[in-house]
């Protein structure tokens, strides 16, 4: 079957779904992370202030040479040693500005990209969902990434700005009249930027956005890549690609375009400076207003400004792209965590319920209704259902994945009840562990791996673990044991290791409660019997939930709901359901091939 490939208009419009900060509130976040390292920030700020105090200070000394030609050979030394020593300070002081600002700006960045993370992983399950991995991961990396890359060019840009300061009060030294031609170029200049400024900043968030969508699509098309060749659509997916990809070089030409036309401004804005100031110096020196040398400082003093006030103009361009990126950056902060309201630790048994919790992503379709449950303080509870009866959607929502659009989730122990959704995220774990069938591997070492949620355990109680979920025969034939580095272009993981590795972690957290969706579901058949004993050694003696993949594992629970489209249709025992011959006693036939009775 041929795919046509689609139209721009079957696209969806690539819009922000998580907020982008404006200007104020960037401004705000870079100061106070900024101010978080007070002595990188002193000491940026005072080489840069040298620095620009320097750059001044050499062509008035040029100026002044030429005034003292006549003079004797001791006078024009000493000037032209002060000058070297001039030329030398300028050149530490700049060299020392210039990593000063950078390390500065590379601890800003480290903040911001922790703290956007770190937001991001607290952030409403259903507003992560919604935007989609691609935009956080576009801003978590690529906007950071915008932004570090203009550090040096931000330190440039304020020494830039301070040496501008410096030389206005240069050219006052000189003759009033002089500064007064200097300051003939920023009209020309503020008029050029205001035009372009007024056409960047729309364009340059646009490219922002564009390479997100762009990120969105291809991050979709290789998580699904198994979906993508089951069902052929190569041809869709390339042409989403495409398209995505179009747009964001599409509007990366259209801001260049623009930045070239403002360049050529700029040059031309230039030319008519240096032009009027020495006009003005010819006829100032003609009325002996100023010197020869005065009017030769001022010149070179401009010159020397060009590269200062190129800097600014031009840096523009990359401080619009830094800014579109920051405020994305920003935007995620801005993103409200829900307060906590319990933050104590769970008692030893814990009863897990539900009562009228319905669920709809979209906030119109149900896909969970009105489901009521109770799992008693150790004893298991198995779902069981046809494919998209909402087995996952509720498991998510009893393990405080998301919440529930509707009704609550509520554990109890000997203190009494808390709801799931007043629970504090740190503690959320130590009350409810979640092993699904989409597991990951960390990359580092296998210790490193297993003791991610529980970094203080011991390599005995890792060994423990390992042995308890059937690991410890692959584990020891490892070359480096547990000091074995696993995770992406590493040692190379089954699918049912990998899920071994995911209960073990769960089994070193030791939350009270577990639920398992699915957690035998990767492994082939070679390695499911090994999972499933592994996933019995998690559930037993704790409170459990398992979305049972196999059927053999809701006959080993204690209890059993059978969901259709959202809803509990059937629940009992294993035995009881076979009795009362309804749902759950038909998939268990279809699934073990001949009917079965209770008893029998």
Known sequence: MTVPAPRVADLPENKDILPVAAPGQ???????????????????????????????????????????AGAGTAALVRLLAALG??????????????????????RIAADLREDTLTQALRMDAGVLEKAGAGDVASRVTDDVEQFVESVPLGAAVFTALVTVG???????????????????????????????????????????????ERSRVLLGSLHGAGTVRAYRMHPLQTARVAQASAHSVDAALTSLRLFFRFSMGMNGAEAVGLSTL???????????????????????????????????LLSFDDVQRAG?????????????????KVARAPGAAVTLSCAGVGHAYDGRTSVVRAVDLRVPAGTSLAIVGASGAGKTTLAGILGGAFPATEGTVTLTDAEGDVAVSDLDPDRLRDWIGIVS???????????????????????????QALTAVGAAGWVGTLPDGLDTRVG????????????????????????AVVVLDEATAEAGSSGA??????????????????????????RDCDAIVVMDRGAIVESGTHADLLTREGRYAALWSAWSGAPEVAGG
Do not use: N
């Not at 020593?85 to 590379?106: I, K, M, N, P, Y």
């Not at 206005?168 to 920023?186: I, M, N, Y």
């Not at 049912?496 to 070193?508: F, P």
């Not at 019997?529 to 594992?553: F, I, S």
């Open 166 to 212: 410096v030389a206005f009060f240069g050219f006052l030294s000189l003759d009033w009249r002089l500064a007064l031609a200097f300051t003939v170029v920023f009209p020309i200049h503020a008029l050029s930027l205001r035009w372009y400024l007024a056409k960047s900043g729309p364009l340059y968030a646009a490219e922002r956005r564009s390479s997100a």
């Open 529 to 554: 019997r090994d999972l499933e004993r592994a996933a019995a050694a998690l559930v037993r003696g704790r409170t459990a939930v398992v979305v049972a993949h196999r059927l053999t594992q809701a």
């Open 324 to 340: 579109a990126a920051l405020a994305r950056v920003v935007g995620v902060a801005m993103i409200p965590i829900p307060a906590a």
């Open 278 to 312: 020495l006009t003005a110096g010819f006829f100032l020196v003609r009325a002996d207003a100023v010197s020869v040398g005065d009017v030769t400082a001022a010149a070179l003093l401009f010159h020397r400004l060009f590269s200062p006030l190129g800097t600014l």
């Open 437 to 463: 069938q989409e597991t990951h591997v960390f990359t580092g070492t296998l210790r490193e791996d297993v003791t991610f949620a529980a970094p203080d355990r011991s390599d005995e109680a890792i060994l």
């Open 85 to 106: 020593v001039a030329v030398l300070c300028t050149a530490v002081f700049t060299a020392l500005a210039q990593r000063a600002a950078e390390r500065l700006g590379a």
């Open 26 to 68: 960037t401004w705000r976040v870079l100061l106070r992370t900024a101010l978080r390292h007070r002595g990188e920030a002193a000491a940026a700020l005072g080489f840069t202030v040298l620095s620009s105090a320097g750059v001044v200070t050499s062509p008035l000394l040029l100026g002044l040479l030429v005034d003292r």
């Open 488 to 511: 992406e272009g590493e040692h190379p993981l089954t699918a049912a290791q990998v899920q071994q590795l995911a209960l073990a972690r769960l089994l070193l957290r030791d939350p």
